[in-house]
Every structure is written in structure tokens, then in C-alpha cells.
């Protein structure tokens, strides 16, 4: 159908802007549209009215260069026939919001919902960066269930310090065991962090902006290729022309969100995520997306589905390239067209280009075999993540794909016990504790430890915070370890680099397991069996009980009230409690 074409049935926005009984209404709702120019004829066209969903703000630096491509969404929108309405929503700053950005990925969720119901839009172009931009707006979308499509921003140029590729976030990781080693001054650490960022977009590392932009192309929620497009380019531009063409298209073909976020769209984008080596932080988005669109998904997956998959892409932080090389090397279709040759993918996944992700797919072999690898040939083979379980958890992940020759000689190829390591616990409560502590020679940590940190889930932070990626003790790094096994019920970074043992549910807050284990408590981790046990016995684990969960500090705003009230745990994607339930509601109609 081309752009040009009227629908036949009656748009949604018709409900305010042309109701002949509601006239009054009618009115009300049009007048103030008048006051910057806009005209009752092409509000009452029966042209679609197309949101653009603004993530970008001076608050939102990673997404803020959205505001110069809405210009050319907003062509692509006109060009095809339809009508352009741009709205904020809700920052998400992953670097700064305190005490974390997850804490806001409801409430931006909540707020878009609102809009996208409450306001007369026929479909509306998504626009995402930043980590939780993306799974926030997908969310909504499905809640609404008005036609959607995801304009990613695009990560940042290649950054760039002393010839040497540095990438966001990996370089902070990287330069904190460096200046812990006494390689670096603090001032060439600030240099080094600085010069990740070149130009606009979001990470160039396949962190987890990266890695939930790639998600929803996977999905089938963006044109082919967006994600991956670095922001500077006039590629990118274009694909927001391109974008707002086809939201239009969407509403005239009746293409919905629901047509698109099947169970198989989902399995997909579980293969993608082991294949880019992508963050540990889509396992709670991808739920999370999974619940509000209604389908099942379940935390095995991704040990079932998932972990067997290699991993094909050498982008960091499990491999050595960034963002940019990553895009000229083909990309995301590239991936995912290995992935569909190894009959790894389903092809025939429904997505918002209205083919099929074959269809979608064809010719997109990769042009850098430096940077994406052929599945025959990986970077590593079963590169996913293992799913773990024991008395300290129900559900953890560990991402193997950035399990370092190092790590992996130490700690999981001990002769006769592959995979099964055993370490005494040293446990922190939240990263604050963490931080006093670590250096303090009387915990005498040494290479047979386990670093355990709890309350930073979302019950616990609130919202649940990047803080399992423990670095190792000064004295450690300088003889060249650089990174212990770690626990907690946090998340961590999707740039982190560390094998760590995270998302643990339920959270110490909750009163899982990790509550009760005690400093000097042996853990073992038998990656084989997938299991984490704190070798304590059940009695003593019970005697623990009675000295009540470890504190975690009080609301500090409303919204952390209600979020403490309503909020899963990280194995069920941290959503609002019940919100599953309202699916699809712009079949019913918002009263007058
Ligand atoms: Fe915004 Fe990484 S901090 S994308
Ligand atoms: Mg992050």
C-alpha cells in the first residue's frame, strides 16, 4: 500500500479530532492544536496522526541528537501522508540518574502509557539511545498496542586515547584496574574516559544502549540496520526519514506491536544477544518486553535457548572493536543473517517493514570478517548466558562470553574439576560498603575469594544498581589479578567486562538466600550442574533467619515507595506488579 492511500476504516485519532457526537468535545480538543499554526483541515483529514516519542534532552545526552532527526522523521511522516505530533518522554540517563536510571524504567513506562492512550495518536515512532529508553517505550507499546516502530539513535564514533581504541563505560572498567595497578595518573584515567565519547550517541561499546537497540531490531520493532548506525552519520538521518514513512505505513496496514512480539520474535532476540556478546541487562528487559506484550517467556530460556549460541561479533567488552567498525562490518543484519544460514533464527518472524525477517535479511552477509565472524569460525563457541540456581538464589546469569583465558585457567580448569570452583565468601552490603572495605587488609582476600554484594537489587537500591562487577583488592591487581568471581543481586554494566554472577532472584531484600550467608561462608559454583551454593546447613540457615534481613536504606522519594511496592524481581524483569494485565487497551477507548 503506498503512503498516498487513506485508510478505510476509521483512525483512532478521529475519536478526538472529527466526532460528529461529540462536537463540543470535538472542539475542545482541536483549538489549542490552532496556536502554533497547525490547521483544523489536517487535524480532521482522517490523515494518521503519527507520535514522535522524544527521549533526547539536555538531561538525555546519549538520545539528545533525537532532537535534530525528529526533523527528518517528521518529513518522512508528511511525505507519507501523515501527520507529526512530537512529545517528551521521560529521561533515562543510564551515567547519572541517582541512584540509578533502572529505578525510572517504570515510571517512563507508566508515563508513556499514559500518553500514548490518553492522546489522539495513531501510531508512533519510538525514538531510543540509552539503555532503558528502549525496553521503557517497547513496553508501553505493547500496553497500548497502537502501531509503533523503534528509531534508534545510534551509538557514538569509535573513541579514540593515544592510538588506542577506547570505548564507553569498558574504558572506565579497564582504567580503574590501571590506575589500581599504578600504570595511570588520575589525570590521564579522566583523559582516557573523555576520549571515549566523540560525537553524538549513545555507547559505542556493545553495552547495553548497543545491545537493547540491537534487541529490538532482532524483534523486529525497527527498519533493518537501525541500530547500529552510528549516530554522526547521514545514514542515521536517513533511517529516520525512512522510519517516519513507514510509521504511517504501519497504521494504514494496521501493523501493531502484537502482530510483531511473538514468543519466536523473542527466541530470536535471545540468539542475537549471545551473538553480539550483549549485556547481561537485556535478560530483565527482553522479560520485561515478553510480559507486556503478553507471551511467555521463561528465565531458562536463556540457558536453553540461548547459551549454545557463539558468539560472532568482536565488539567490546568481549571483544576488541567498537560501535562504528561494528556498523561497517554489516551490523545487526549481519549477525542475524549467520545466525539465519545456521538455521539458528526463525525467518519468518513477522516485522515492522512488513516482510519477514528472511525477507528482511537477504544479502546482508557481513563485509568485515574481522569484526563480525562466521558462525562456523567464532570468537568463542557457547557464548551465552548460563542460568544458575542454589540456595543463595532461585535464578542467576552469568554472561561466559567475557570470561578471560586468565579467569577461566584459575578458576574453572582446576584438573578433574572442570567448571566447579569453590571460594570463601567476603560479602558487602551495597557498593558504599564495598568501597570502605575492599582494600582493608583484615579481610585478607586473596585469589581463592568470592566477592558477594547484596541490596542492590530493586527492592534493595531501589531499582537495582550496576554494582556486581566488584573489582579485586589493590594489592590483587597488582600482581596481575584482575578480576575475582563475583555474586549479587544486583546487575552490572552491560561494558563490564567481568564474568560476574548477577540479577540474583529473590534479592537479599526479598529474604533470598544471599540474606543469610555470612563473611568466610564457603561458596561453590558448579558450572556444569548450574548450580551456586553457600555450603552452610539448613540449620544454621534457619538460625541465621532469625537475625532478620540485612538493612537497606529507606524510600527517599515517593516514586521509590510505590516502585518498592510494585515492583518483580530481576528474574521476572522487574515490571510493575499487574501491569501485565492491561494489554491491547487501545481497544477500548479512553473516556471523553
Ligand atoms: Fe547512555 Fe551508555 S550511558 S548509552
Ligand atoms: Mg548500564
Redesign the pocket.
Known amino acids: 500500500m503506498s503512503g498516498s492511500e487513506h485508510p478505510k476504516r476509521r483512525l483512532r485519532s478521529q475519536d478526538w479530532f472529527d466526532n460528529p457526537d461529540h462536537l463540543d468535545m470535538t472542539a475542545l480538543y482541536l483549538e489549542r492544536f490552532m496556536n502554533y499554526g497547525t490547521t483544523p483541515e489536517e487535524l480532521r483529514s482522517g490523515k494518521p496522526i503519527i507520535g514522535i516519542a522524544q527521549s533526547g534532552s539536555d538531561i538525555n545526552p ?1 538520545n539528545r541528537h533525537h532532537l535534530d532527526l525528529a526533523k527528518r522523521v517528521r518529513d518522512g511522516i508528511r511525505d507519507a501522508g501523515g501527520i507529526p505530533i512530537e512529545f517528551p518522554s521521560h529521561p533515562l ?3 547519572c540518574k541517582r541512584p540509578t536510571a533502572a529505578l525510572d524504567r517504570n515510571l517512563a513506562y507508566l508515563g508513556l502509557v499514559e500518553l500514548l492512550y490518553g492522546y489522539p495518536f495513531d501510531g508512533v515512532v519510538l525514538t531510543t ?3 532503558k529508553t528502549t525496553p521503557s517505550a517497547l513496553m508501553a507499546a505493547s500496553t497500548v498496542d497502537i502501531p509503533a516502530i523503534v528509531l534508534s539513535g545510534g551509538p557514538m564514533l569509535d573513541g579514540w586515547h593515544d592510538g588506542e581504541l577506547v570505548g ?2 569498558t574504558v572506565i572498567w579497564r582504567s580503574r584496574r590501571k590506575y589500581a595497578a599504578g600504570e595511570i595518573t588520575k589525570e590521564e584515567f579522566l583523559e582516557r574516559a573523555l576520549d571515549s565519547a566523540p560525537s553524538v550517541g ?2 559505542n561499546t556493545m ?3 548497543s545491545t537493547m537497540n540491537a534487541m529490538a531490531e532482532a524483534l523486529g520493532m525497527s527498519l533493518t540496520g537501525c541500530a547500529a548506525i552510528p549516530g554522526a552519520y547521514r545514514e542515521r538521518g536517513q533511517m529516520a526519514y525512512r522510519t517516519g514513512r513507514r510509521a504511517v505505513e504501519l497504521v494504514l496496514q494496521d501493523i501493531k506491536p502484537s502482530d510483531i512480539l511473538t514468543r519466536e520474535a523473542f527466541l530470536n532476540a535471545i540468539r542475537v544477544n549471545s551473538a553480539i556478546g550483549g549485556s547481561t541487562n537485556a535478560q530483565p528487559h527482553l522479560m520485561a518486553m515478553a510480559k507486556h506484550a503478553g507471551v511467555e517467556l521463561h528465565p531458562e530460556d536463556w540457558q536453553v535457548h540461548g547459551f549454545d549460541i557463539p558468539l560472532l561479533a568482536n565488539v567490546q567488552p568481549a571483544g576488541a572493536y567498537l560501535g562504528e567498525r561494528f556498523h561497517r562490518a554489516g551490523g545487526v543484519p549481519a549477525i542475524m543473517w549467520e545466525l539465519l544460514q545456521a538455521g539458528k533464527l526463525n525467518g519468518s518472524c513477522p516485522t515492522v517493514t512488513g516482510l519477514s525477517m528472511a525477507e528482511n535479511l537477504a544479502g546482508k552477509e557481513a563485509i568485515d570478517r574481522e569484526v563480525i565472524k562466521p558462525y562456523g569460525e567464532p570468537m568463542r563457541e557457547r557464548a551465552g548466558f548460563l542460568v544458575l540456581k542454589g540456595n543463595l538464589f532461585d535464578f542467576a546469569i552469568m554472561k561466559t562470553s567475557v570470561i578471560s583465558e586468565g579467569f577461566r585457567l584459575r578458576y574453572l580448569n582446576q584438573p578433574g574439576r572442570e567448571g566447579i570452583f569453590e571460594g570463601r565468601a567476603i560479602v558487602f552490603d551495597g557498593s558504599e560498603d564495598y568501597h570502605k572495605r575492599i582494600n582493608d587488609p583484615s579481610l585478607a582476600i586473596d585469589e581463592d575469594c568470592i566477592l558477594v554484594i547484596r541490596g542492590a537489587g530493586p527492592l534493595g537500591w531501589p531499582g537495582s544498581a550496576e554494582v556486581v562487577n566488584m573489582q579485586p583488592p589493590d594489592h590483587l591487581i597488582q600482581r596481575g589479578i584482575l578480576s575475582l568471581p563475583t555474586i549479587g543481586d544486583g546487575r552490572q554494566s552491560g561494558t563490564a567486562d567481568s564474568p560476574s554472577i548477577l540479577n540474583a532472584s529473590p534479592e537479599s531484600a526479598a529474604g533470598g538466600g544471599l540474606a543469610w550467608i555470612r563473611n568466610g561462608d564457603t561458596i561453590r559454583i558448579d558450572l556444569n550442574q548450574g548450580r551456586c551454593d553457600m555450603l552452610v546447613s539448613d540449620e544454621e540457615i534457619v538460625r541465621r533467619k532469625a537475625e532478620g534481613i540485612p538493612a537497606v536504606p529507606a524510600d527517599a522519594t515517593p516514586w521509590q515507595m510505590l516502585y518498592r511496592q510494585t515492583v518483580t524481581q530481576l528474574a521476572d524483569g522487574a515490571t510493575i506488579k499487574g501491569a501485565e494485565g492491561f494489554r491491547q487497551i487501545s481497544k477500548r477507548p479512553p473516556r471523553h
Open positions: 546519549c540517563f543510564e551515567n539511545g540509552c539503555d564507553s563505560g549513545h555507547c553495552g547495553t544502549a
